[in-house]
């Protein structure tokens, strides 16, 4: 599937320790990464997405019902040895640049890193794994009006990031940030440092690991890749979960 030089394919680290309050009731005792599209969890689309990509090494840090999440895998993919869990215990008091650094030891070669909540189509997956190389790459899409709870990119005039945060200034807004990253070359050393040397600061425990991006974005390090077209939706409230069942719902069921 791949068409990268680099023969072994990169690693995936997906975060989803949360809970996902602003779904309540139906996280009241589901994580949020469970929660059925199509009939499928969410977790689901995504292990099978990137199963068809031949990533086989999948690290799944959870917290809030981990023992579910483990259920999930025993009973689905048993046969996947390399699908691991790992437990943030801090779930509860911090965010998810704690998880990140839960992870960090994973970081020693390239990786994806997928927000928990991301439905993703493996058509979405291959095309930002052949992306132009780069250390960091972050995958975008474009709208015409971006809201509030957006995670909005400035780009410059070659692709580049420039920012990405929930408050880039409406005139500097390019693109948004779907939750899926891919670190290679010196791309993991690189977060894992930031990362590590991050939460030696308490504040930082209510961080989104985007501001490690945001930061690193500044010194020219991560480019974009465009998935305009592709089938993606992020999970963040109740309505979100019907549209993602549209978009997702004519898509091929493995069972």
Known sequence: MMKNNNTTPPKAIILSAGQGRRLLPLT???????????????????????????????TIIAGFQVSLIEALLQQQYANHPAIKILFNPFYEVADNLASCWIARTMMDSDFLLLNGDTVIESALLNKVLNSESA???????????????????????????????KIVPPHQV?????????????????????VES??????????????????????????????????????????????????????????
């Open 135 to 165: 250390p960091i790459t972050l995958s975008v899409d474009y709208k015409n009006a971006y809201d509030a709870d957006d995670m909005k990119v400035q780009l410059d005039t070659d692709g580049w990031v420039q920012q990405v945060s």
């Open 198 to 255: 991050a939460l030696r600061h308490p504040a930082e425990l209510k961080s989104w690991y985007l501001s490690i991006i945001d930061t690193l974005a500044k010194q020219h390090l991560v480019n974009s890749c465009s998935v305009k077209g592709y089938r993606w939706c992020e999970i963040d409230f109740i309505e979100d979960l019907a549209k993602a069942g549209m978009i997702f719902s004519d898509s091929f069921h493995h069972e």
């Open 28 to 58: 009241e005792s589901t994580p949020k990464c469970l929660l059925p599209v199509s009939d499928k969890p969410v977790l689901a689309w995504q292990i099978d997405a990137l199963l068809a990509v031949g990533i086989e090494e999948i």
């Open 174 to 194: 390019d693109a948004e940030s779907i939750g899926l990253i891919y670190f290679r070359e010196q791309g993991p050393q690189i977060f894992r440092q930031a």
